[in-house]
């Protein structure tokens, strides 16, 4: 199948529970970031988006938080469900006049009933 | 449905061959994007237009060759295909430089 040999950081958790998901980024001039889930066979979905001049945006059930003091990027996702199984990515832009986006190597969230 | 939509889902071909790729988003975005996710799920951008003009042009053999006809379609021609091509293809688009929507992606496999 599809993930055969795939060797992904993996977050095992239970249906219920609180997922985290971190993600350390590489450029403190990185002005934006995102979090895409993508399912098996599917284009990445975007998920929320924060900007460098925020610490914390909340959405449904997702929470990002964002520490630029250590470049490091979290999305929390409350009370999770198998529903939640995916691959997670986050990505930094880079800043200047493009949209140019530098994706994180993803991170296989599990959901066990 | 607004989305972001890749034809074909699938392509299979022979070393050599040359394929296109296409792409069309009718969300009214400016801007579209050529992604490689390859077996290792690495997602890395490849090309972008802005309103069809070449905006991001990473280092990218210049057997792959990126076509706008116009700002809703954005298509990718691969000369000469060769086995490490092989790797899923992602089409995405934004309204500047706000947040990308991805395709579905088309998988090709290069024989």
């Known amino acids: 199948g599809e993930s055969v040999g795939l060797h992904l950081p993996t977050l095992s958790v239970q249906e219920g529970d609180n997922s985290i998901i971190n993600c350390a980024y590489s450029?403190?001039?990185?002005?934006?970031f995102i979090w895409y889930k993508q399912e098996s066979g599917k284009g990445p979905q975007f998920i929320i988006d924060?900007?460098?001049?925020?610490d914390k945006r909340q959405g449904q059930r997702v929470t990002v938080l964002l520490n630029k003091t250590v470049k490091h990027l979290s999305l929390q996702i409350a009370a999770t469900q198998p529903g939640d199984s995916a691959v997670y990515f986050c990505?930094?832009?880079?800043?200047?006049?493009?949209?140019?986006?530098?994706f994180g190597t993803g991170t296989l969230l599990a959901v066990q009933p | 449905d607004t989305a972001v939509s890749q034809t074909p889902k699938y392509l299979v071909t022979q070393m050599g061959n040359d394929k296109s790729i296409k792409c069309e988003q009718n969300?009214?975005?400016?801007?579209m994007y050529w992604y490689k996710q390859d077996s290792k799920k690495f997602l890395k951008i490849m090309f972008s237009?802005?309103?069809?003009?070449?905006?991001i042009n990473e280092t990218v053999p210049n057997r792959f060759s990126p076509k706008s006809p116009d700002k809703a379609h954005l298509n990718l021609h691969i000369n000469s295909l060769e086995l490490g091509d092989s790797a899923v293809y992602f089409c995405?688009?934004?309204?500047?430089?706000?947040?990308?929507?991805f395709g579905p992606g088309t998988r090709l496999t290069v024989l």
């Open positions: 995405a688009s934004s309204q500047g430089l706000a947040a990308q929507f």
């Open positions: 450029n403190s001039a990185s002005d934006y």
């Open positions: 924060i900007r460098s001049n925020m």
């Open positions: 990505a930094e832009r880079y800043g200047g006049a493009t949209n140019k986006l530098i």
């Open positions: 969300l009214g975005h400016d801007t």
């Open positions: 237009y802005n309103n069809k003009e070449l905006i």
